[in-house]
């Protein structure tokens, strides 16, 4: 079992800056691809950004790239996504989920378990 806690959420204007945390609980986090997501009030939710188990393989939608950067910590069960350069459409809510295996895909399928989610409110 994996539990994950999303953090970091909140209200910015846009060009700002948030950095995401995904804590997981559980000895398995060293197991598991981490990925994040986002869906937006009536959008279908959509792939955002994902990291291996290692740390050396990353993906980015291309909606995404050159402003959100993923990394993660495998000390502290953390992964964390930061997110600059904010735009009114990146604001939402962001999930984390962990995909079992090395590498990670943004596609949702396969992912076993997800956090709660944490909001992204981008506003000027």
């Known amino acids: 079992q994996l539990q994950l806690v999303e953090s970091g959420g909140g209200l910015v204007q846009p060009g700002g800056s948030l950095r995401l945390s995904c804590a997981a609980s559980?000895?398995?986090?060293?197991?598991?691809?981490i990925g994040w997501f986002r869906q937006a009030p009536g959008k279908e939710r959509e792939g955002v950004s994902c990291?291996?188990?290692?740390?050396?393989?990353?993906k980015y939608a291309d909606s995404v790239k050159g402003r959100f950067s993923i990394s993660r910590d495998n000390v502290k069960n953390t992964v964390y996504l930061q997110m600059n350069n904010l735009k009114l459409e990146d604001a939402a809510v962001y999930f984390c989920?962990?995909?079992?295996?090395?590498?990670?895909?943004?596609?949702?399928?396969?992912?076993?378990?997800w956090g709660q989610g944490t909001q992204v409110t981008v506003s000027s």
């Open positions: 989920a962990a995909l079992a295996g090395e590498y990670c895909t943004i596609g949702a399928l396969g992912y076993d378990y």
């Open positions: 559980g000895s398995l986090f060293g197991y598991y691809a």
């Open positions: 990291v291996s188990i290692s740390g050396a393989d990353t």
